[in-house]
């Protein structure tokens, strides 16, 4: 048997809504025996940097990566970016202007929660966020905190989500968007978690097959704490669009019990791996 690899391609750090620092990241992830691991930010890639030098420390290989958000016929869809040059001017401008949206969107978010008697809420998430990037997990820390919800859980039941206080519709980059960016940027886009999204399986259909004429690339097959059921439809899913095949657990926190760094379903092995076609 060759040398052991483990492959987590899809995680964040505190450069996005992660609760690890891209060096913690790191270290844990070589802890838990990950030989390859993508750092993939929500809009951005500040944490990029870091996590390359104490990959090098522990003697992993650090996959430049990002996760970029997309509005798609009312749903909102996130493409993985792998292998990126985080130089590249086209995906940097992009990814600009989603964080500008974030902030916008964060502030419309803590009026409607002020509206619905929580104030505060923006100066609150703030706390728990980095510079350049405010989203609904930050919240949703500030929520728990604060006593308006139990866990993270009940906050998505009760809050940030449609016809809930705190929601607002994204207004995110389009598919074609992020197709083109992390395509400028040298990288492959891979569709996040497909599984995940509240659609029919024929809009899913759609997606993936408006993905592949765009240029996408690879699908998540496998992803934290899924059901192997569901990772051999999405492989079927790969295999009938001719898609590569990516993995990634989507490990935000520690605290949550349920993902870990490198632990997800095995990919069956029909499906071509994404990382057979690099270096
Ligand atoms: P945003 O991109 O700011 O709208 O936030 C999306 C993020 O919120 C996801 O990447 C998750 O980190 C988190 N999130 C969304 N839904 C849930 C949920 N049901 N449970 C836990 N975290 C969630
Ligand atoms: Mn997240
Ligand atoms: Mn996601
Ligand atoms: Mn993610």
Known sequence: MSAMTQYDLHTHSTASDGSLTPTQLVARASEQGVTHLALTDHDGTEGLDEA????????????????VSVSWHGATVHIVGLQLDQQNQALQSGLGALRDYRRERARKIADKLEKAGIPGALEGAAQY????????????????EK????????????????????YVSGDWATLEQAVTWIREAGGQAVIAHPARYKMTNSKRRRLVAEFKSLGGEAIEVSSGNQHPEEV???AKLAEEFELLASCGSD?????????????????????????????
């Open 147 to 166: 006593g308006h919800a139990r866990d993270m859980k009940d906050v998505f039941n009760r809050f940030l989500v449609k016809n809930k206080p705190g």
């Open 52 to 67: 390359s030098t104490a990959a090098e420390q522990y003697g992993i290989t650090l996959i430049p990566g990002v996760e």
């Open 232 to 234: 051999r439809v999405m």
């Open 129 to 144: 966020a980095s510079e350049t990037m405010l989203g609904r997990l930050h919240f949703a820390r500030f929520l728990v």
């Open 251 to 279: 490990f935000h926190s520690p605290d949550n019990n349920w993902i870990e760094l490198g632990k997800m379903t095995t990919m069956p092995p029909f499906v071509t791996p994404v990382w057979t076609q690099w270096q």
